[in-house]
Nanobody, 126 residues
Framework: QVQLVESGGGSVQAGGSLRLSCVHS???????MSWFRQAPGKEREGVAAIDSDGDTRYADSVKGRFTISKDNAENILYLQLNSLEPADTAMYYC?????????????????????WGQGTQVTVAS
């Protein structure tokens, strides 16, 4: 069974950067690997996803600021967060799903992902 452990969250000023990591174990090939976030009182929303071929997709709100990547040799999924805004404040989660969930708009729907980490908090001060 795949296990996911996120790290790298923290508190930064607006305009700052963070890099989130998700270490995974029990990984099998052809997964859709994704980052979601959830702010207090809001629904969990898809931020970025990457498929087994390395193709990426992003929510419109983070395009040009966030970058998803993966290191298959080290079993780590990353999310680089640049030009952070207070609206980016949320708990960030990594999640895995079968490869076909990377097709839009599936990857935006958290109910399509069954394997989740515990989350890492990102707080952006204005």
């Amino acid at each position: 069974q795949v296990q996911l452990v996120e790290s790298g969250g923290g508190s930064v000023q607006a305009g700052g950067s963070l890099r989130l990591s998700c270490v995974h174990s029990g990984y099998t090939s052809r997964n859709c690997m994704s980052w979601f976030r959830q702010a207090p009182g809001k629904e969990r929303e898809g931020v970025a996803a990457i498929d087994s071929d390395g193709d990426t997709r992003y929510a419109d709100s983070v395009k040009g600021r966030f970058t998803i990547s993966k290191d298959n040799a080290e079993n780590i999924l990353y999310l680089q967060l640049n030009s952070l805004e207070p609206a980016d404040t949320a708990m960030y989660y990594c999640a895995f799903a079968p490869w076909y969930r990377c097709y839009s708009p599936s990857w935006l729907n958290s109910s399509n992902f069954k394997t989740w980490g515990q989350g890492t908090q990102v707080t952006v001060a204005s």
